[in-house]
């Protein structure tokens, strides 16, 4: 009888672990899914006020036929932290860096930089939501490279990593 509970105990633990091991390999292997539908197309030339000030900019302005990097992120969002050394690491090869700040608190925006450090050039807010739904974003983070034609040559959803690095870092 005690043989039973020990061996339904062990087929239990056995089941958790499966479950509990696709869970984590699925989280951390590369996804097929790429969003293509916004590369190969120009971006839209989305205006709004600046975190540090109350002029209202738009993208063109700001990247003035240049390439550029495009980031959505906001203060709440904890990827946005993990990719946060990376954007550092592109700002200082030299890349410009605009973000949109999404849905996100000013104060807790600056907060944010302040204690990760800024790597953008200039920073749109986007309090309602309605720049990234314009760009297509899915959720935050994402990042766009964009030509100096202004049109986009790549996204990626999610943190950056080394690989999207590389990739900025050939297109330069």
């Known amino acids: 009888m005690h043989l039973k509970k020990e ?4 087929i ?45 900019k738009d993208l063109k302005s ?34 410009k860096i605009v973000a949109i700040n999404y849905k996100d608190n000013p104060s807790n ?12 050039q200039e920073i749109l807010l986007d309090p309602k939501g309605s720049l990234a739904i314009n760009l297509g974003v899915f959720g935050v983070p994402e990042t766009f490279i964009i030509d100096n034609n202004f049109k986009i040559i790549d996204k990626h959803i999610g943190p950056i990593n080394e690989n999207f690095f590389q990739k900025v870092m050939n297109i330069k």
């Open 7 to 10: 061996i339904k105990i062990v």
């Open 62 to 95: 700001i990247a003035e036929n240049e390439k550029f990097i495009l980031n959505v992120f906001a203060s709440w969002c904890v990827p946005c932290k993990v990719e946060h050394p990376y954007l550092m690491k592109l700002k200082e090869q030299g890349f």
């Open 109 to 120: 925006a600056k907060q944010f930089l302040e204690k990760y450090q800024n790597p953008f």
């Open 12 to 56: 239990v633990i056995i089941i958790f672990s499966i479950f509990f091991s696709f869970l984590y390999f699925s989280m951390f292997s590369e996804k097929d899914f790429k969003p293509k539908a916004m590369i190969g197309k120009n971006l839209p030339n989305l205006s709004s006020k600046t975190l540090y000030s109350e002029i209202e």
